[in-house]
């Protein structure tokens, strides 16, 4: 998946796991938030990817934090006029 696709999934799974921030994740333009947009659905492709092999539940896990560990840092960086105070 290329790169714009990326961020552009992530921003929409984001915007479907946080409707909290719905609004702010949808309008968001600013390079930082799209590179956790990205950085977002690399995370939940990877995850994925290994849920779907039995041996790798562990990294499953460890995927599954990073993935919930990007959401917070969104919640606390959207809520936050300055996200380099986070």
Do not use: K
């Amino acid at each position: 998946m290329a790169r714009s696709n990326r961020r552009e999934a992530g921003r929409r799974r984001l915007a479907m796991r946080l409707p909290q921030m719905r609004n702010l994740i949808m309008e968001a333009s600013d390079r930082w938030q799209l590179e956790l947009f990205e950085a977002y659905q690399i995370a939940v492709e990877t995850r994925d990817a290994l849920r779907r092999q039995p041996f790798n539940s562990d990294l499953a896990r460890e995927c599954d934090e990073t993935c919930s560990e990007i959401e917070q840092h969104i919640v606390r960086a959207m809520s936050c006029r300055d996200p380099f105070q986070l």
